[in-house]
């Protein structure tokens, strides 16, 4: 990792961190500004994914695949981030159990990066990385199925739609 790649990274981090303290401090009042960081970490975790995994399956032919796994980890943590302050840290219902979830797919990708790190010092944890990929990509799609079903309910039961 560049010097640079790691002060940005560093400064998303610090950014994101004192924005999530502040915004629980003061408690998220308004339903509008709650559903944006909801829509914002969506959508940062959906590109997270899909970014990542088109360039490795070549559909995406722009960039260097290891340039798309740092962007894969730095918005791996910043979704999240999101995500847990959308949620104002409540893990009561459906959508605590994704907030829990969400939790543990993050938890996997910081696992899967020691993992991936060892694999390119140590070539015979390939089978580890291997074994974490059946973990992880599993616990992410029923993330998003979970994602999709809150969504849905929401604009169905929550009258956001008129």
């Given at each position: 990792m560049t010097a640079r790649f790691k002060q940005t990274f560093a400064w998303i981090t610090s950014s994101l961190l004192i924005f999530t303290v502040w915004t629980i401090r003061y408690q998220i009042e308004t339903i509008v500004f709650a559903l944006a960081l909801g829509i914002i970490g969506t959508l940062l975790m959906f590109a997270t994914e899909f970014g990542y995994s088109y360039r490795k399956s070549g559909l995406i032919k722009i960039g260097r695949v290891e340039t798309w796994l740092r962007v894969h980890v730095a918005l791996g943590i910043a979704g999240p981030v999101v995500i847990l302050v959308h949620t104002r840290l409540n893990f009561y219902g459906f959508a605590g159990a994704l907030a829990a979830l969400?939790?543990?797919?993050?938890?996997s990708g910081i696992v899967g990066r020691y993992i991936?790190?060892?694999?390119?010092?140590?070539a015979r944890s390939k089978p580890l990385l291997a074994?974490?990929?059946?973990l992880h990509i599993p616990l992410t799609m029923t993330l998003f199925l979970g994602i999709?079903?809150?969504?849905?309910?929401?604009?169905y039961f929550g009258r956001v739609l008129p």
């Open positions: 969400t939790l543990t797919v993050f938890c991936y790190k060892r694999v390119s010092r140590d074994k974490w990929r059946k999709m079903i809150h969504v849905s309910s929401v604009l």
